[in-house]
């Protein structure tokens, strides 16, 4: 159980194109999803918290208007890069967790390599 | 910022048992100690978690010292899929999101 799918798993894009990052959990309703991203031998940053229906909450310095959160349902959340730079690059990846908070274990998706040239 | 401090990296033979090591001395009563790993370029696999007692999966086992501010996780046979970055991770469970340090690069040797 708590399975969490990430498509794609990766992409090559152009300087200046969106690109969007879907996230499901696949046998559990999540009611809160996490957004990371982790560039080559550093650890994962968190980039935003979004919960079903309600707007996403950015960490400090992450530009809301470029990466765009939306959690429409309780089994899917998306990702969408906008205008991306070759800074974007990065190793996106998606957690989310269950209905009941006070078990607090989020379950991880495989992630997103990102590369834009 | 972690709350966490873990060795940069270990080795263990295959077959013996790995103990990771984390420091948490600043945990608060209602904070969880969390463990995941991360093996290269994927997402990070839960292990398992604890409040204060010892806690035990088909993963792996989890000592929390009686003041808390240390914990050790132990995989018992250490086998070369081990091989992964770990993290120890202090938090109030319910609403707040995990925050990742450095963690521990072990490396389980043949």
């Known amino acids: 159980g708590a399975v969490v799918s990430q498509h794609p798993s990766w992409v090559i894009c152009k300087s200046g194109t969106s690109v969007k990052i879907e996230c499901r959990s696949l046998?559990?309703?999540?009611?809160?999803m996490f957004w990371y991203r982790q560039f080559p031998k550093q650890s994962l940053m968190l980039m935003a918290t979004?919960?079903?229906?309600?707007?996403?909450?950015?960490e400090q310095g992450v530009e809301k208007d470029k990466f765009l959160i939306n959690h429409a349902s309780l089994t899917l959340s998306t990702l969408t890069v906008t205008s991306a730079h070759p800074e974007d690059s990065s190793f996106y990846i998606c957690?989310?967790?269950?209905?009941?908070?006070?078990?607090?274990?989020?379950?991880f998706g495989p992630g997103t390599r990102l590369t834009v040239l | 910022d972690a709350k966490t401090t873990q060795p940069p990296s270990m080795d263990c033979a295959e077959g013996r048992a790995a103990n990771l090591p984390c420091n948490h001395s600043?945990?608060?009563?209602?904070?969880?100690v969390y463990w995941y790993r991360q093996i290269h370029s994927q997402g990070p696999q839960y292990i398992i978690h604890g409040l204060k007692n010892n806690e035990t999966n088909e993963m792996a086992s989890l000592i929390i010292t009686e003041d808390r501010k240390s914990s050790t996780l132990i995989l018992p046979h250490a086998t070369l899929r081990d091989t992964a970055v770990y993290y120890c991770?202090?938090?109030?469970?319910?609403?707040?999101?995990?925050?990742f340090g450095k963690g521990t690069r072990l490396s389980v040797i043949a």
């Open positions: 991770i202090v938090r109030v469970s319910g609403n707040t999101p995990l925050v």
């Open positions: 046998d559990f309703q999540a009611t809160t």
């Open positions: 957690s989310a967790r269950g209905r009941d908070p006070s078990l607090g274990t989020q379950y």
């Open positions: 600043t945990i608060s009563g209602n904070e969880y």
């Open positions: 979004s919960n079903e229906g309600s707007k996403a909450t950015y």
